[in-house]
């Protein structure tokens, strides 16, 4: 059974710094894309960054770009997302996922359940 449980999220201040994690279990890890995506009620999933298989090559949608960094370890089967300088529009449910790496959601195969990040102004 695939299992994507992320972790980290939380409340914090604009200008703030979270480490979002995602632990993997149930597939073989190292050979899938993780990718982070972000929701909220009042808008559609939609991509945050992606890192490939052997972490040798990552993406990120524009506005996230030089505030967030994606990494993996496969040795422990994680992925992660460092978000730094946190903007109030940054709050969302964030997913981890396990796919294609790209920007269509429905490349992936496999979805966490999400975990609220919050930033206030």
């Known amino acids: 059974q695939v299992q994507l449980v992320e972790s980290g999220g939380g409340l914090v201040q604009a200008g703030g710094s979270l480490r979002l994690s995602c632990a993997a279990s149930?597939?073989?890890?190292?050979?899938?894309?993780m990718g982070w995506f972000r929701q909220t009620p009042v808008t559609e999933r939609v991509f945050v960054g992606s890192i490939s298989w052997g972490g040798g090559s990552t993406s990120y949608v524009d506005s996230v770009k030089g505030r967030f960094t994606i990494s993996r370890d496969d040795a422990k089967n994680m992925v992660y997302l460092q978000m730094n300088s946190l903007k109030p529009e940054d709050t969302a449910v964030y997913y981890c996922?396990?796919?294609?790496?790209?920007?269509?959601?429905?490349?992936?195969?496999?979805w966490g359940r999400g975990t609220q990040v919050t930033v206030s102004s």
């Open positions: 149930g597939l073989p890890f190292s050979i899938y894309a």
């Open positions: 996922a396990a796919g294609a790496g790209t920007l269509d959601l429905n490349d992936y195969d496999y």
